[in-house]
């Protein structure tokens, strides 16, 4: 059994990867502002926009379990406005939950990853390779975080660490209209599954993950990337 850490866990795409690696057998801890209480779930709560949050939830974990695995970035906001007109707390609160808290949680659980020869998966979007109009504060972070996946695979590779980027496509976690053809996130958590399955001397440092059967029809903003 592994113990896996994921942020965001409580819903729509970080709670199907949470569930698809519980169903697995593995030990799943969601660091969550708030709470689904499942049984399957261990939760901590934790605010991701502020640093001591995320050390305590860390230390907190290893003194229970001793160890962890796979760290699983997923947690992020959405703050969409022209860049003429996006505020600093959007801004600000863009780059502490969507870039500083993944930065954090590396720092914090590296030493346990280290010695579990373990894993972290970044959880991306097209967002951060395909740029929409009102999108400066949720492309710029997500740009930023392959970057930061691309330096941690430089910088962890040789301890034993290995770091997937998924960048995904549209996902089918917010009840919207239309989105039967929508990846699932429970998809998205067996693709995850499979990638911590996969011999220690592989690691899919990029994945591009689109809907296979998306509709035709391009429209402007952020449901551009719905068409990609």
Not at 89 to 102: E, F, G, V
Not at 125 to 140: M, N, R, T
Not at 157 to 166: A, C
Not at 177 to 194: F, H, S, T
Request: hydrophobic letters at 40%.
């Amino acid at each position: 059994m592994k113990i896996i850490v994921i942020t965001g866990a409580n819903r729509g795409l970080g709670y199907g990867i949470a569930k698809s690696f519980a169903e697995k057998g593995h030990k799943v801890i969601g660091l969550n502002r708030t709470f689904c209480k499942e049984e399957w779930l261990e939760e901590i709560k934790c605010d991701l926009s502020q640093k001591i949050d995320i050390e305590k939830s860390v230390a907190e974990i290893i003194r229970r379990y001793g160890k962890i695995d796979i760290l699983i970035n997923n947690a992020g906001i959405r703050r969409f406005n022209n860049i003429s007109k996006i505020t600093e707390q959007d801004w600000q609160d863009s780059i502490s939950t969507n870039l500083s808290a993944p930065l954090w949680l590396i720092q914090f659980t590296a030493p346990m990853l280290k010695q579990s020869k373990g894993l972290i998966i970044f959880i991306g979007s097209h967002a951060g390779e395909y740029y929409f109009e009102q999108g400066v504060a949720y492309s710029s972070t997500k740009s930023a975080l392959h970057a930061m996946a691309e330096a941690a695979i430089q910088d962890l590779r040789y301890e034993g660490i290995r770091v997937s980027h998924l960048s995904l496509g549209a996902i089918a976690n917010r009840s919207m209209e239309n989105d039967e053809w929508k990846m699932r996130p429970q998809d998205i958590g067996q693709l995850a599954v499979a990638i911590s399955e996969l011999p220690s001397s592989i690691m899919p440092a990029f994945v591009e993950v689109r809907p296979s059967m998306p509709n035709r029809s391009p429209i402007s903003g952020l449901e551009r990337l719905q068409y990609i």
